[in-house]
């Protein structure tokens, strides 16, 4: 899936001092996209998130990951986490796309960091975020399901190359046997004009 790359808000901190991210915050806009992006690069909100998710499922990444973005309202939250805003227009019902986009960020993510919990900012402090209708168990059935569905395309790609090796040491020994066949039958035709030979010669001696 694509990213746009966004990262000019001045709502961030550079670097994390150190603190590994294990931590993916979830919250919703309260707004419009296109408004909260551009509020979340005002200086005036002193907020910011990782990425915003349009409701067609656009991915924006507002704040680079090895930074700090302004996002859970409590500093040592922020080190430790990245923030995932999803646009809501002010309804509480997520579309199928803005879902998507969601669902495969927090894959991403957990790809490259030991995410040890998944919290929606009212998890953190008092807010009501997020508003829409964010369910986490996304998120814990995504991942045995993708586990199983990269074991399975591992599998078929094994035994796609079994059955290229197989065709290949096939048609190496039918090429092996042709290559004997017209040997033993070179061999037998030699063979076949010394017993001639042999023959005329005894003839010759009688
Ligand atoms: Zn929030």
Redo the contacts with the bound molecule.
Sequence with gaps: MNIIRDVSTPNQTVGRSGTPIDTIIL?STYGSYWGSVAWLKNPTAQASAHYIISRDGEIRKLVSEANTAW?AGNLAMNRRSIGIETTDDRLKDITAKAKESLIWLVADIKKRYTIKDIKF?RDVIN?Q??YLDIRKEWFISADPLQECLRQHGELVGQVEDLKKQLQEASANFARQLSEQASIAQTMLNNYRDRVRDAITRLQEIK
């Design positions: 919250h996002h900012h807010t975020c997020p």
